[in-house]
């Protein structure tokens, strides 16, 4: 081989070697493959997705987004949003390393959502239902003004139309770049949750990966029946805050749902594809025709 030709094949390397490293390609090549967090499998993206977003191998749940719940578990030609329109303001002009207007709208972007909950009516199995789900993606599904208004005016719509109310959690707490409003909305959700108590309406919370902070300590362990999906981290403060607190090693399986069920603070643990059928049930079993 020639210095032109060894030239020529050294190039074609390079040029290969860069092609190799694309970081758009390298992007198409990840999103091909998932990797469980749990048992380290890489899977094919397409058989996670066609799996509910369940690890085939172990049976890890992955997080989701709202809308793919909302795909999972409602009638989709039946569910009606409401309230969509409801913004967040910045009652404090908070900023931190970027402001609260910015964040805001980079969650809007990212979620394509005006905040962190979906609510609306429709259908699940057949079953009408008030329903509200949390988006963890939008400010890691902080509980600020929005999400607090979102549900008491669900809760209100469930108690006008006699319907019963299951609400998707997925939450780091309350946001705090509102300050004491947000913790406000941790009693004013439990005082709706007591008017549907009152009018002897069903309501079923789905503590979902992950649930923690004001989220838990108000609506989201209020339910009649609280459900947890399996695998679900949920608590209050965090394990590390804890045992640095209280100076012990905790379990394990500490705050997951299987931790909950075994303490009596959840009702039961469901798969992802049993959630549907189990709802339905659950709400066709307290009806005032049964």
């Not at 809308?67 to 404090?92: A, C, H, M, Y």
């Amino acid at each position: 081989m020639g210095i032109k030709e060894w030239l020529q094949s050294k190039k074609e390397q390079q040029n290969n070697t860069r092609a190799t490293n694309n970081p758009v390609i390298d992007d198409e090549v990840s999103k091909l493959w998932t990797k469980c967090f749990n048992c380290g499998a890489n899977l094919p993206t397409k058989e996670v997705e066609e799996n509910m977003k369940v690890c085939p191998k172990c049976g890890y749940h992955f997080r989701i987004t709202a809308r793919e719940r909302l795909e999972q578990v409602v009638d989709l030609t039946t569910f009606k949003e409401i309230n969509s329109e409801i913004i967040s303001v910045d009652p404090l002009d908070f900023r931190d390393l970027k402001s609260y207007k910015a964040r805001i709208k980079d969650a809007k972007s990212k979620t394509n959502l005006n905040d962190a909950i979906i609510t609306g009516t429709g259908k699940i199995d057949g079953v009408e239902a008030a329903i509200g789900v949390m988006e963890f993606a939008h400010l890691g599904g902080s509980m600020g003004s929005v999400v607090g208004e979102k549900i008491v005016k669900l809760i209100e719509t469930a108690i006008s139309k006699k319907l019963p109310v299951v609400i998707f959690t997925s939450s780091g707490g309350a946001r705090m770049q509102e300050g004491i409003f947000s913790l406000m909305q941790m009693a004013k959700t439990s005082c709706a949750v007591a008017k549907l108590n009152e009018a002897k309406l069903l309501y079923i919370t789905v503590l979902t990966e992950p649930t923690f902070g004001g989220v838990t300590a108000s609506f989201g362990t209020l339910g009649d029946i609280i459900i947890a999906e399996r695998g679900a981290r949920m608590g209050f403060a965090g394990r590390r805050v804890i045992e640095q607190t209280i100076r012990q090693k905790l379990p394990s399986d500490f705050q997951t749902a299987e931790y909950f069920l075994k303490h009596g603070q959840v009702d039961m643990i469901c798969e992802r594809d049993e959630l549907r059928g189990v709802i339905s049930n659950l709400i066709r079993l307290h009806s005032k025709e049964n």
